[in-house]
């Protein structure tokens, strides 16, 4: 058992360990907030879930709850916190439009009544 429990590890921590570097990578190489978003929030999540299942792997199993309730929450949060950013990042101009291939929230917005100032999607440029 423990020899099994060492090759999981063994893969799971590398694995988890790259998929954080990519994710930091993303972050500072992608040219717009809806990329960064997509490689902080999936790369980073994959990478924390990955090392934690390689940890639990190593501890006692009482220590499984705890590590669990992290692994849940990080799956809670970070989704919310990206669309929130992204929204923000939306509703300030700071996200470029142009890139969307569909903006369902400036029909959204609109609905409610929320004024944003227009620029073409990818939809509507033909790109």
């Given at each position: 058992?423990?020899?099994?429990s060492?090759?999981?590890?063994?893969?799971l921590?590398?694995a988890?360990?790259?998929?954080?570097?990519?994710?930091?990578?993303?972050?500072?190489r992608?040219?717009?907030?809806?990329?960064?978003?997509h490689?902080?929030?999936?790369a980073?999540?994959?990478?924390?879930?990955l090392?934690?299942v390689?940890?639990?792997?190593?501890?006692?199993?009482?220590?499984?709850?705890?590590l669990?309730l992290?692994?849940?929450?990080q799956?809670?949060?970070?989704?919310?916190t990206?669309?929130?950013v992204?929204?923000?990042?939306?509703?300030?101009?700071?996200?470029?439009?142009?890139?969307l291939?569909?903006d369902?929230l400036?029909?959204?917005?609109?609905?409610?009544?929320?004024?944003?100032?227009?620029?073409?999607?990818?939809?509507?440029?033909g790109?």
């Open positions: 058992m423990t020899a099994v060492d090759v999981i590890t063994a893969v921590l590398p988890g360990a790259i998929f954080c570097l990519l994710g930091s990578v993303g972050l500072l992608f040219p717009d907030i809806g990329s960064r978003l490689a902080a929030a999936k980073q999540t994959l990478g924390l879930m090392i934690l390689g940890t639990a792997v190593q501890m006692p199993l009482r220590y499984a709850p705890m669990l992290v692994v849940l929450f799956l809670l949060t970070a989704p919310i990206s669309q929130i992204g929204r923000t990042a939306y509703r300030v101009q700071a996200l470029d439009r142009g890139a291939f569909r369902e400036a029909d959204r917005l609109a609905r409610d009544g929320t004024r944003v100032d227009e620029q073409p999607s990818r939809e509507d440029t790109r």
